[in-house]
């Protein structure tokens, strides 16, 4: 383990409160995605970005936001127009734009009552 | 989008039998296919890839195969273990030139290897 981390592990909000679940990576990797994981759904792409300062939608984006001011960090904010959060959230990054092999982190179950 | 089909959701195997796992892909344009086992409570790892140029990649106990007029590939285990055991998802994704590469999963297959 190690390289890629997610914090935190549990995060408990109140409807209709935005919440900020962190990623950081110390793998010097270019490109960084956040996926949401439902039971018996999958992995489904919320947001990627291949460099610093871009990003674009994934998937199911609608309801979330992220930023991308340093490689390192690609934080994702679940705001209140997310209409289900409740769900467990990784973070995962590859090399570069060419490299298909995306390293995951622990992830971060939100719980969203 | 590409859509990705995975089958069975769940399968008990026998310890020592194998065990298949099978996908399949929508989208002619992926060339990209990886496997990724998750133990309980554990983030995702990749266990074997193939690309389209490729109709068959082994390692060790587990293999891939792609069929890509057919638009599907399968994962095999064989001489199975308890630590075998997890949830298994396919991916699929399509060229990634000057993009990022956006991986399309499967629904996952939970493995249960018993004694």
């Known amino acids: 383990d190690g390289g890629i981390t997610q914090s935190p592990k549990y995060l408990f909000r109140k409807e209709g409160q935005n919440v900020t679940l962190s990623c950081e990576q110390n793998l010097n990797h270019d490109a960084m995605y956040w996926y949401r994981q439902d039971p018996g759904q999958g992995l489904r792409l919320i947001y990627y970005s291949q460099i610093v300062n871009d990003f674009q939608k994934g998937d199911i984006a609608e309801g979330y936001s992220v930023s991308r001011e340093k490689k390192e960090s690609f934080p994702l904010t679940v705001t209140s127009a997310q209409k289900n959060p409740t769900a467990f959230y990784l973070c995962?990054?590859?090399?570069?734009?060419?490299?298909?092999?995306?390293?995951f982190g622990p992830g971060t179950r939100l719980t969203v009552t | 989008g590409e859509n990705v089909e995975q089958h069975p959701s769940t399968l008990s195997v026998q310890e020592g039998d194998s065990a298949v796992i099978k996908c399949t892909y929508s989208d002619s344009a992926s060339n990209y296919f990886p496997w990724y086992k998750q133990e309980l409570g554990k983030r995702p790892q990749l266990i074997i890839d193939?690309?389209?140029?490729?109709g068959e990649k082994k390692d060790q106990r587990i293999a891939v195969t792609l069929n890509k007029t057919a638009k599907h590939f399968s994962l095999h285990i064989t001489e199975t273990q308890p630590e075998d055991s997890a949830v298994y998802f396919c991916a699929a994704s399509p060229d990634n030139t000057g993009t990022a590469s956006k991986l399309t999963f499967g629904t996952g297959t939970r493995l249960q290897v018993t004694l």
């Open positions: 193939i690309r389209s140029n490729v």
């Open positions: 995962a990054s590859s090399v570069d734009r060419a490299s298909y092999e995306q390293y």
